[in-house]
């Protein structure tokens, strides 16, 4: 299965389990506890990824990484997301400096 393929796939399974049963699966549970639970397990992932890339262990590293990517994917699929709009906004800043990117963004208030 392809890079694009896998992501896909994972963004279905992500979409049919929005309305499951919290019983039913771990992701159920999740979009059921809501936004704050999500954004946990994303803080949660991104902190075991940042310390297993400091214990230098290249397969700890990967899994970690592999499991910020999928609670990344939860916390898009709660918004109605999914990994193409993410992969269209990386097309859209190729070959745009990131420099040049940053400060062509409007500010926020």
């Not at 299965?1 to 771990?26: C, F, G, H, N």
């Not at 994917?73 to 709009?85: F, I, Q, S, W």
Request: negative net charge.
């Amino acid at each position: 299965m392809s890079t694009p393929d896998v992501l896909k796939s994972i963004a279905d399974t992500l979409e049919a389990r929005r309305e499951a049963s919290s019983q039913s699966s771990y992701v159920a549970s999740l979009f059921h506890k809501g936004e704050d639970a999500i954004l946990k397990k994303v803080a949660e992932e991104a902190a075991e990824t940042l310390m297993a890339s400091k214990d230098k262990d290249k397969l700890h590293l990967v899994r970690e990484v592999a499991d910020l990517w999928f609670h990344t994917m939860v916390l898009l699929a709660y918004h109605g997301l999914r990994p193409e709009d993410v992969v269209m906004e990386l097309h859209r800043r190729e070959g745009i400096s990131g420099l040049d990117e940053k400060a062509s963004r409007k500010p926020t208030v």
